[in-house]
């Protein structure tokens, strides 16, 4: 028994089929072939089993006759065609005719080939050979993309699984006195856009957004572990209340040398409630935008200050603003990819053209993105949109 194919699998040798009324030419194709490296030979007498016969072997090559007794040889390239199985397997028609009409009848009904049988020997092997290499090429194609396919489908799932994640580690929204409420999209499946906020104390409350460079797993992998490493408060000796401590110290820990050539920027804030001040360090991001309670008709103020991003050089010092912050006051915290989008008449936003965005505050934080989507002509962003906004009554 010889092994049959299966529909993923790419046969290893040519395998003929010849299927023809006549024994006699069934034993001349025979010795034909016989002896032929590398292939096997099947015969199928009997119109009636012609296809199952092409379904069981799995043929590289089908020599079928024109005339015969019950299904004609011209139905039945038809059937190969219409079956999912013997569709691509190239097919020589083999006929005592040699008929120009007949062979247009066999090339419109689906035959790669058209001999006047029984041929020369060496002429039936070199078509038999070259239309088979030509359909095992197409199986090796189809295999390797479908592998592709397959491998694709599981890298899609794994990063699916690893962006759950990444916003599994994103706070909860807060309401109270200080309310807190978020936007967030990764432009890929997994981005390196980062944030968090929570109390350090009964005093104290702590806010931080971060961008790495680039997207993907490895500056998603750089942004959840910068933010784990603030949640859970691992830097030593460092004081997360002082914003050019913290800051200082990232950028001792996260040098590009040790993260694969990355670094992030980060807007850090700190802010002390009895006195309701706000201070604040930055590492070339976006200032944030501090909107005075019912001035949303001014400018807000921007806080922040020119610095080199995270991981950059060794030894930097990065200045602390602090602002008070009057009570109805709204922040907000924003990485670049939620305004540095492209127009359509080919302008780039500006952060000045996003800032009236804010101005009223949106009965939903998603709006603002919708928005700027609607400006830039499309709902996916080039870049990861992180939107937070913070709300003290």
């Given at each position: 028994?010889?092994?049959?194919?299966?529909?993923?699998?790419?046969?290893?040798?040519?395998?003929?089929?010849?299927?023809?009324?006549?024994?006699?030419?069934?034993?001349?194709?025979?010795?034909?072939?016989a002896n032929e490296p590398n292939l096997v030979f099947e015969?199928?007498?009997?119109?009636?089993?012609?296809?199952?016969?092409?379904?069981?072997?799995?043929?590289?090559?089908?020599?079928?006759?024109?005339?015969?007794?019950?299904?004609?040889?011209?139905?039945?390239?038809?059937?190969?065609?219409?079956?999912?199985?013997?569709?691509?397997?190239?097919?020589?028609?083999?006929?005592?005719?040699?008929?120009?009409?007949?062979?247009?009848?066999?090339?419109?009904?689906?035959?790669?080939?058209?001999?006047?049988?029984?041929?020369?020997?060496?002429?039936?092997?070199?078509?038999?050979?070259?239309?088979?290499?030509?359909?095992?090429?197409?199986?090796?194609?189809?295999?390797?993309?479908?592998?592709?396919?397959?491998?694709?489908?599981?890298?899609?799932?794994?990063?699916?699984?690893?962006?759950?994640?990444?916003?599994?580690?994103?706070?909860?929204?807060?309401?109270?006195?200080?309310?807190?409420?978020?936007?967030?999209?990764?432009?890929?499946?997994?981005?390196?856009?980062?944030?968090?906020?929570?109390?350090?104390?009964?005093?104290?409350?702590?806010?931080?957004?971060?961008?790495?460079?680039?997207?993907?797993?490895?500056?998603?992998?750089?942004?959840?572990?910068?933010?784990?490493?603030?949640?859970?408060?691992?830097?030593?000796?460092?004081?997360?209340?002082?914003?050019?401590?913290?800051?200082?110290?990232?950028?001792?820990?996260?040098?590009?040398?040790?993260?694969?050539?990355?670094?992030?920027?980060?807007?850090?804030?700190?802010?002390?409630?009895?006195?309701?001040?706000?201070?604040?360090?930055?590492?070339?991001?976006?200032?944030?935008?501090?909107?005075?309670?019912?001035?949303?008709?001014?400018?807000?103020?921007?806080?922040g200050f020119p610095a080199l991003p995270i991981g950059a050089?060794?030894?930097?010092?990065?200045?602390?603003?602090?602002?008070?912050?009057?009570?109805?006051?709204?922040?907000?915290?924003?990485?670049?990819?939620?305004?540095?989008?492209?127009?359509?008449?080919?302008?780039?936003?500006?952060?000045?053209?996003?800032?009236?965005?804010?101005?009223?505050?949106?009965?939903?934080?998603?709006?603002?993105?919708?928005?700027?989507?609607?400006?830039?002509?499309?709902?996916?962003?080039?870049?990861?949109?992180?939107?937070?906004?913070?709300?003290?009554?």
């Open positions: 028994m010889q092994p049959v194919t299966t529909a993923n699998a790419v046969p290893d040798q040519i395998r003929v089929l010849l299927v023809d009324d006549q024994r006699m030419v069934g034993e001349a194709v025979r010795r034909m072939v015969f199928c007498q009997k119109s009636e089993d012609a296809q199952a016969a092409a379904e069981r072997f799995s043929p590289t090559i089908i020599l079928q006759d024109l005339v015969m007794p019950g299904i004609d040889g011209l139905t039945l390239v038809a059937r190969y065609r219409a079956h999912p199985q013997t569709k691509d397997v190239p097919i020589i028609v083999l006929s005592s005719q040699e008929d120009a009409t007949v062979k247009a009848d066999a090339f419109a009904q689906g035959a790669n080939d058209y001999l006047v049988k029984l041929p020369d020997r060496i002429e039936v092997l070199a078509r038999l050979r070259h239309h088979s290499q030509g359909y095992i090429h197409l199986l090796q194609r189809n295999a390797a993309f479908e592998a592709l396919a397959a491998s694709q489908q599981r890298l899609a799932g794994e990063l699916a699984e690893a962006a759950d994640y990444v916003r599994s580690q994103l706070p909860a929204p807060l309401h109270g006195p200080l309310s807190v409420r978020w936007d967030f999209e990764s432009c890929s499946s997994v981005g390196g856009d980062a944030f968090g906020y929570h109390w350090l104390d009964d005093e104290h409350f702590v806010a931080y957004l971060l961008d790495v460079c680039g997207h993907g797993v490895g500056a998603a992998l750089l942004s959840v572990s910068v933010m784990n490493t603030l949640s859970h408060n691992t830097l030593q000796d460092v004081d997360l209340r002082a914003p050019e401590q913290v800051l200082a110290r990232l950028n001792a820990v996260f040098t590009m040398a040790r993260h694969n050539d990355m670094y992030f920027t980060i807007w850090y804030g700190v802010y002390h409630a009895p006195t309701r001040r706000l201070r604040y360090a930055t590492a070339a991001h976006p200032p944030a935008l501090l909107f005075a309670p019912g001035g949303e008709s001014n400018a807000p103020t921007q806080l050089m060794e030894g930097i010092d990065y200045p602390v603003g602090d602002v008070l912050v009057a009570p109805g006051s709204r922040l907000y915290v924003y990485s670049d990819g939620v305004y540095e989008v492209q127009m359509p008449d080919g302008r780039e936003m500006a952060l000045e053209d996003f800032i009236p965005l804010l101005a009223a505050p949106p009965s939903d934080i998603g709006g603002v993105r919708a928005t700027v989507a609607q400006l830039q002509g499309r709902a996916r962003f080039d870049d990861d949109f992180s939107l937070v906004e913070f709300v003290f009554t």
